[in-house]
């Protein structure tokens, strides 16, 4: 059983940085694509950013593309989300997640929710304006 614990979330003012990071359990840790999905108050999970088994390919939402990065540390199971020039609509849980990928595939990962197989309880990100 895998699981993921998030941390770094906080309040920060509108054009503030935070970084999450999140911490993957298991002993297979480079076997998943990770993934970090947002959900604010009334609203669906969306997608944020995901990263490839290696690191070596990444996916990122409209909305923060350029202003978010994500990244990973396989040696120490850990994923990362770094946060810059925050607005008040970012403010959400932030949840990160793992996705079991094939060996052999070597495409872009997943924005969907619903492929991902685990999951973290959630950290809170507010941006205050």
């Known amino acids: 059983q895998v699981q993921l614990v998030e941390s770094g979330g906080g309040l920060v003012q509108a054009g503030g940085s935070l970084r999450l990071s999140c911490v993957h359990s298991?002993?297979?840790?480079?076997?998943?694509?990770m993934g970090w999905f947002r959900q604010a108050p009334g609203k669906e999970r969306d997608f944020v950013a995901a990263?490839?088994?290696?690191?070596?390919?990444?996916n990122y939402a409209d909305s923060v593309s350029g202003r978010f990065r994500i990244s990973r540390e396989n040696a120490k199971n850990t994923v990362y989300l770094q946060m810059n020039s925050l607005k008040p609509e970012d403010t959400a849980v932030y949840y990160c997640a793992a996705d079991w990928t094939n060996p052999a595939f070597t495409g872009i990962p997943s924005t969907a929710p619903d492929d991902y197989d685990y999951w973290g309880q959630g950290t809170q990100v507010t941006v205050s304006s």
């Open positions: 298991g002993r297979t840790f480079s076997s998943y694509a």
């Open positions: 990263i490839s088994r290696s690191g070596g390919r990444t």
